[in-house]
């Protein structure tokens, strides 16, 4: 049997911050699999991309991995029932992103027996129906990504949990490395890879130990290893790439124009299970911790699960409740209530104490004192964007590539006048596609009125020529030919007429 390749890093690529992790105290026990919730709440907008169309009615019986929504036109994917139960509800529903369409499930005392079938092949409708998409927070259906793809050389399997609080990869690396490893090797022959490097930041050994493992048990040497330093967003997509390969994916372009596909290990894992159960994604690992719950832990949680489930499950809160924030403390953002449910994007629920969400420290006019420049992980000059974000200034922010900015929330951290730079960018950013949503309007608005003025012009030059016609006849009204040719004219000149 031979050693279980590792991939070397070099350190110096990794840019970003060193902060304080937080995720011992969610990483003291294993995954917690009895949560069985009355009621679950299954959003249509699972995933980036078009939503699911629902497929079942109120009153309708349904049981676990039922499919209940079918995709949506591409991007998407299928959603299904998590546990067996009833349809109560379809509609709108407090949802993490706001009020959107949800379908409303009473879970029975029990589930029954259902049995999935081995598909015994792996393709990208077959993710599309199994409602397969990317764990690692950006939901992107896994078909699609793959298709879009095309042909990529290598395969990297990311996982980097970078970000503070956050320890569901983590645990399942140390619990189903198995599991990753062989999904690893079907989303490798999938994409028509040579290689696939599975990343995992320095401050998880165990996790590290784990995959080694398993890499050592399948013994195929297209899978590797690489240990990459634990630095702050170095689990985004492109700083993994940056650091595995030292090469730069440039602004506007995609990492499969590079040769890579990133694929996160908890989707290599459903994708495991899908292959050898036909099991579809019905379940996620979520960490729930912050100083505001009792029993911070991981647990295994159906879709569509209330987050007050899951704190009651972990003990409940502690008293001091500040603020429910889902993802991380960088990246995530405040939840208005915990009635809200978890989608498959949940990757975890923070509920942070007064101490922890701290004096808010009032924001001061910037310095231009670079700092935030010097630790942006896309390269970007976050001061330069806010100054234009103030004034509305989109062309200028589309030559600054604000749509770059990967919101990680360095910036902030740095900014000696704490100026909240990450929420400014994020809502620059919607405003930034509803301007160039209007400036595509305008344009196709003065397309028509163009084509409408060429079709106006046309029929004046028409009925110009009938008259023109009609007087020749009219001097010559023996010459029959010509009475003809005016005849064809005129109707033609109709049919212009009726075709606008
Ligand atoms: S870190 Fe803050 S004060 Fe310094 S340049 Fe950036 S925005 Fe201005
Ligand atoms: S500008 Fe965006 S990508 Fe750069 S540090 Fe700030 S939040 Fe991160």
């Known amino acids: 049997m031979k050693e279980v390749r590792q991939v070397q890093v070099d350190r110096r690529l990794a840019r970003g911050l060193r902060v304080k992790a937080h995720k011992a105290m969610s990483t003291n026990s294993s995954i917690e699999r009895s949560l069985r919730p009355r009621q679950l ?17 109120i009153g309708e019986k349904v049981t676990a991995g039922q499919k209940i929504a079918q995709p949506g036109t591409s991007p998407s994917a299928a959603i299904h029932a998590p546990m067996d139960g009833t349809v109560t509800a379809i509609g709108d529903w407090l949802l993490p992103n706001g009020t959107g369409p949800a379908i409303v499930i009473d879970v029975d005392a029990e589930d029954g027996d259902t049995q999935f079938s081995p598909p015994g092949y792996l393709d990208v409708s077959l993710l599309r129906e199994a409602g397969i998409v990317g764990l690692g927070g950006a939901v992107f259906p896994t078909g699609d990504k793959v298709t879009y793809a095309g042909h990529c050389p290598t395969l990297l399997i990311n996982g980097a949990e970078c970000e503070p609080y956050i320890s569901c990869d983590d645990m399942l690396m140390r619990e189903r490395a198995d599991s990753i490893a062989r999904g690893s090797l079907y989303l490798l022959d999938l994409c028509d890879a040579t290689t696939c490097i599975i990343g995992i930041e320095s401050d998880k050994p165990e996790a590290f130990w784990a995959m080694s493992s398993a890499l050592h048990e399948l013994d195929d040497e297209r899978l590797s290893l690489a240990e990459i330093p634990t630095v702050y967003p170095a689990g985004g997509e492109r700083q993994l790439i940056q650091v595995l390969t030292g090469l730069e994916v440039s602004a506007g372009s995609y990492p499969p124009e590079l040769g890579y596909l990133c694929q996160n290990v908890a989707t290599a894992a459903a994708v495991d299970d899908l292959v050898r159960t036909g099991a579809p994604m019905t379940h996620r690992v979520v960490t729930v911790t912050g100083e505001g719950v009792k029993e911070p832990r991981n647990l295994w949680v159906p879709i569509g699960t209330p987050i007050a489930d899951l704190i ?18 960088m990246m995530g953002f405040a939840l208005a ?10 990757n975890c629920i923070v509920v942070e104490t007064t101490d922890e969400v701290g004096e808010k420290t009032s924001e001061r ?37 604000l749509s ?73 009204p023996l010459d029959r030919a010509a009475a003809l040719a005016a005849a064809k004219q005129r109707a033609a000149a109709k049919r212009t007429e009726q075709a606008d």
Not at 312 to 327: E, F, K, Q, S, W
Not at 337 to 346: E, F, G, V
Not at 370 to 395: F, K, M, S
Request: aromatic fraction near 4%; proline fraction near 4%; glycine fraction near 8%.
């Open 404 to 476: 770059e900015c990967i919101e990680c929330g360095c910036c902030d951290v740095v900014c000696p006048s704490h100026i909240p730079l990450t929420e400014h960018f994020r809502v620059a950013k919607r405003g930034a596609a509803m301007h160039k949503d209007e400036v595509q309007r305008a344009e196709r608005a003065a397309n028509r009125f163009g084509e409408h003025e060429k079709r106006i012009k046309a029929q004046l030059q028409a009925q110009q020529a009938l008259q023109d016609n009609l007087k020749a006849t009219a001097r010559d």
């Open 312 to 329: 009651a499950h972990c003990g409940g809160y502690t008293g001091d409740v500040a603020r429910l924030i889902m993802g991380g403390s």
């Open 365 to 401: 006019p910037c310095i231009r004192c670079g700092d935030c420049a010097y630790v942006c992980p896309a390269t970007l000059l976050p001061q330069e964007l806010y100054r234009h974000v103030a004034i509305h200034n989109w062309e200028r922010l589309d030559e600054l590539h």
């Open 337 to 346: 209530s915990d009635t809200i449910p978890i989608t498959k994007a949940t």
């Open 41 to 57: 709440i299954i959003g249509l907008q699972q995933h980036l991309g078009s939503m699911g169309e629902a497929m079942v009615s």
